[in-house]
């Protein structure tokens, strides 16, 4: 492969064929990071911004100091990193479904990789975050979290597995909230806009629902894109 691009792993998963390419954008003379599950592209580290808001806006929800944050979904690593920006941050459990992701962090092939795997704060957890937060163990044998930030589907109603369905009902929200702290916060990025109809279920699960709409510079379109942050909290 030439050095404006290079496909640095690719293999079969449960779900499809999951590779991470590197390839250079002469344009903006960067090194572009790209997820791609079959021919689906799922993530790119030119648009990481409503990623990283997922944390930002998840966190300065949850008050006081000490925070155990559950990230659902590693990928390119940008969720997990901005949640250990917020020095209130004690632990961050990062769960991941598929191992191949983990190993891209571990054998330092994504550029945030060394940030994460290199912060004691920070623990990977192979394992399905959906039968996780359906169980009465939860996460982590049962302990609870001050936060749980999610980014795995494409949005409450466009899921990459219809296992996952479920989860956004409101019997499947109250299950993963009994793993929260009282306070605690529910975050979830979508690439749909906001939806009324879950922001309601939201409402039957959790007292304060917000729905941000973060916008972000798209320099393919010359314009501008959005994604939405869910931010749910409990008394």
């Known amino acids: ?21 590197r390839r250079r954008d002469p344009a903006l ?14 993530m790119s580290s030119l648009f990481t911004v409503a990623e990283e808001e ?19 979904g590693l990928g390119l690593g940008c969720t997990a990193r901005a949640a250990l920006e917020d020095q209130r941050v004690r632990s961050l459990l990062v769960v991941e479904g598929l191992g191949e992701v983990i190993e891209w962090h571990e054998r330092g092939l994504l550029p945030l990789a060394p940030e994460l795997t290199g912060d004691a704060r920070n623990r990977f957890l ?18 609870a ?8 589907d494409h949005s409450p109603q466009n899921v990459l597995d219809g296992g996952h369905a479920d989860f956004y009902t409101p019997d ?10 009282p306070g605690g916060v529910f975050a979830l990025w979508s690439d749909d806009p ?23 510079d798209n320099h393919y379109t ?3 894109s959005a994604n939405t942050v869910y931010v749910a909290v409990t008394r």
């Open 194 to 216: 906001p939806e009324d109809g879950f922001v309601a279920v939201l409402g039957e699960v959790f007292d304060d629902v917000t729905a941000h709409v973060v916008t972000f």
């Open 1 to 21: 492969m030439g050095a404006r691009f290079e496909e640095l792993d690719w293999q079969e998963t449960p779900i499809g064929a999951i590779s991470l390419r």
């Open 126 to 143: 192979h394992g399905d975050f959906f039968a996780l937060a359906a169980s009465a163990e939860g996460f982590d044998g049962g302990r």
């Open 54 to 72: 997922l944390a930002r806006l998840g966190l300065a929800a949850v008050p006081g100091s000490e925070l155990d944050v559950v990230v659902g």
């Open 145 to 152: 979290f001050d936060a749980i930030l999610l980014d795995i």
């Open 222 to 224: 010359r314009g501008t």
């Open 29 to 42: 003379d960067v090194d572009v990071f790209e997820v791609k599950l079959d021919d689906e592209y799922l």
């Open 172 to 181: 499947g929200l109250r299950r993963m909230a009994a793993h929260l702290r």
